[in-house]
């Protein structure tokens, strides 16, 4: 099983970036899969997620409106499209997939995730 996450970089507040998620060695379209971010210093925090067929998504209020997750099955890959950088998205960002079905407020719990991926970190400037 992995999970290779990708796409982290520098960038300037008020740009944008896009995040890869590159799956194997599970049957893709039956997890769910959630980005979480990590700050120096901070506790690692649900940023997204979006459910095994693409239907639905969920997003952490800090990043509603700038964030857009979305999946393509037959590629194994989700993707997180960041735009309007603001400085505090600096993290180490993660991949993670959930198996089974959970109410929406769970979905940010990371106790719950089967697999993570390694993050990449993304670094905004202001």
């Known amino acids: 099983v992995q999970l290779q996450a990708s796409g982290g970089g520098l960038v300037q507040a008020g740009g944008s970036l896009r995040l890869s998620c590159a799956a194997s060695g599970f049957t893709f379209d039956y997890y769910a899969i959630g980005w979480f971010r990590q700050a120096p210093g901070k506790e690692r925090e649900g940023v997204s997620c979006?459910?095994?067929?693409?239907?639905?998504?969920y997003y952490a209020d800090s990043v509603k409106g700038r964030f857009t997750i979305s999946r393509d099955n037959a590629k194994n890959t989700v993707y997180l499209q960041m735009n309007s950088l603001k400085s505090e998205d600096t993290a180490v960002y993660y991949c993670?997939?959930?198996?089974?079905?959970?109410?929406?407020?769970?979905?940010?719990?990371?106790?719950?995730?089967?697999?993570w991926g390694q993050g990449t970190l993304v670094t905004v400037s202001s």
């Open positions: 979006i459910s095994g067929g693409g239907d639905s998504t």
């Open positions: 993670a997939a959930l198996e089974g079905d959970y109410d929406f407020w769970d979905l940010f719990v990371s106790s719950l995730y089967k697999y």
